[in-house]
């Protein structure tokens, strides 16, 4: 053995590997009574241009504004007209109707997929509200919202998860991997956190042009733990571009609890720290809070005072996709006894304290807005469901592989062609 490592081990204590393991597994019962709740009101709101060492207590604190009586309080309150709160909340009962609805239709075989955003509803419509129109969105699967904040057709976000002939991606993604940036809505791509240093160039380029534009980008806490997410971060910070980072803390990547992403050791917010990033730990179930707290970061962004990191901290309250079953791995009220409620629950509790707000306007909402994403779908039904026939030519498949068809694309498709025309006669056409 070689002199330096001559020291002796026989005393040391065996090293051991700590393996993260969730509190309750199924058929425990959960508590939650350790997870600190402030005092709604009791954290200080910031100047948009502090320095991010002076935000530090931030990535470890929750901002909150809606108290659980329905009462919004303290600096954070943005005081939001009830016009707006209403319209909030019908884009967030929207959001929920049109998953309810989706998650049966996958259900009775007529598409392959899909995810729902229950309990998250506020991560992505409240955050949307409180952006401009032209700024920039980058999504995981998981941000509906946005696309439905932004009045985008339901129909064609239907039509893309039934692959079907009004489907605008020709049926070439897998269901609820939308794409409209004319809508300011991203690509959504399958490889987590990719879209996050995309998020950081376009805020760049944003920046270099010397437009006026900013970009916000969403992953899931289990997301944050892959390199790219180190990278946005670290372009962030050296350009200070004008970029919003949302973290999605809903506790689970899929079976993973949010210990298997670093969550059992610091908040996730704490992450902006080391990369000298202003960060903000807040209660991704109380809209006014995610609104405060994106309107903060807007203006931050906006004033050329660089990019922010935001937590949401949150619950996904039903299973990861329609692939997964959550009973399998937590225990099935988790969802119901997390502490900070459901999100539009909440929303509808402030409208009625504020006597801006009924039962009855709500439950004829409620219908207004099932029967509208009933309406649709059965439009969007018409042009296709899976099973029933391809929907797309099938030449469709060789084109925007390149901007232009190269040579041996080219080839392949005729060949596609010919097979086809033998198979099927020269006038055949997918149903
Ligand atoms: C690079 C990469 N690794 C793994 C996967 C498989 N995968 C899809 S979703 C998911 C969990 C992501 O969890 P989280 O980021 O917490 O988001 P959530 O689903 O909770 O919204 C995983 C591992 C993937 N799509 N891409």
Redesign the pocket.
């Known amino acids: 053995m070689p002199e330096s490592d001559s020291r002796p081990a026989s005393n040391l204590p065996p090293l051991s590997l700590h393996i993260p393991e969730p509190r309750y597994r199924p058929g425990d019962t959960p508590d939650f009574g350790d997870i600190v709740v402030p005092e709604v009101g009791a954290t200080p709101r910031p100047s948009e241009d502090s320095k991010p060492d002076a935000m530090r207590d931030m990535c470890y604190g929750l901002v909150r504004v809606l108290d659980f009586d329905g009462q919004a309080k303290g600096p954070w309150d943005p005081k939001i007209a009830p016009e707006r709160l209403r319209a909030m909340l019908r884009y967030m009962m929207l959001v929920r109707a049109f998953d309810d609805r989706m998650f049966r239709a996958q259900r009775q075989g007529k598409t392959s997929f899909y995810?729902k955003?229950t309990g998250?509803e506020a991560t992505s419509v409240a955050s949307t509200m409180a952006l401009d129109r032209s700024d920039m969105c980058f999504p995981?699967?998981?941000q509906q919202g946005i696309l439905i904040t932004r009045d985008y057709p339901l129909i064609q976000m239907m039509n893309q998860i039934y692959s079907n002939r009004g489907d605008h991606l020709l049926g070439r993604q897998l269901p609820i991997m939308y794409s409209a940036p004319e809508h300011g809505f991203f690509s959504v791509s399958?490889?987590?956190?990719?879209q996050y240093p995309q998020a950081v160039g376009w805020a760049m380029a944003s920046a270099s042009k010397g437009d006026s534009r900013i970009a916000t980008v969403w992953?899931?806490?289990?997301?944050?733990a892959?390199g790219d997410f180190h990278s946005a971060l670290t372009f962030a910070t050296v350009y200070n571009a004008p970029v919003i980072f949302n973290v999605?803390?809903?506790q689970?990547?899929?079976s993973?609890f949010?210990g298997f992403?670093g969550g059992e050791r610091t908040t996730f917010a704490a992450r902006a720290v080391g990369y000298g990033i202003a960060g903000l730990r807040i209660d991704g179930n109380d809209p006014l809070a995610v609104y405060a707290a994106t309107q903060w970061a807007a203006d931050r962004a906006r004033t050329n005072n660089g990019p922010t990191l935001i937590e949401h901290f949150t619950y996904?309250s039903e299973g990861?996709?329609t692939s997964d079953d959550p009973s399998a791995y937590r225990p099935s009220d988790e969802p119901t006894i997390w502490p900070f409620g459901d999100p539009i629950a909440r929303l509808k509790q402030h409208l009625v304290t504020l006597g801006e707000w009924n039962e009855a306007r709500h439950e004829a909402q409620r219908t207004e807005l099932d029967d509208l994403v009933k309406t649709t779908q059965k439009q969007s039904e018409k042009l296709g469901i899976l099973g029933h026939g391809m929907h797309q030519p099938f030449e469709t498949m060789f084109q925007d592989v390149f901007e232009e068809m190269p040579w041996h694309l080219k080839e392949q498709c005729d060949q596609m062609l010919a097979e086809q025309e033998a198979k099927f006669g020269p006038n055949w056409k997918p149903e």
């Open positions: 995810m955003c998250e995981s699967y998981r399958g490889n987590l956190a990719t992953c899931g806490e289990g997301s944050s892959e999605v803390n809903n689970w990547a899929i993973s949010s992403a996904r990861h996709s």
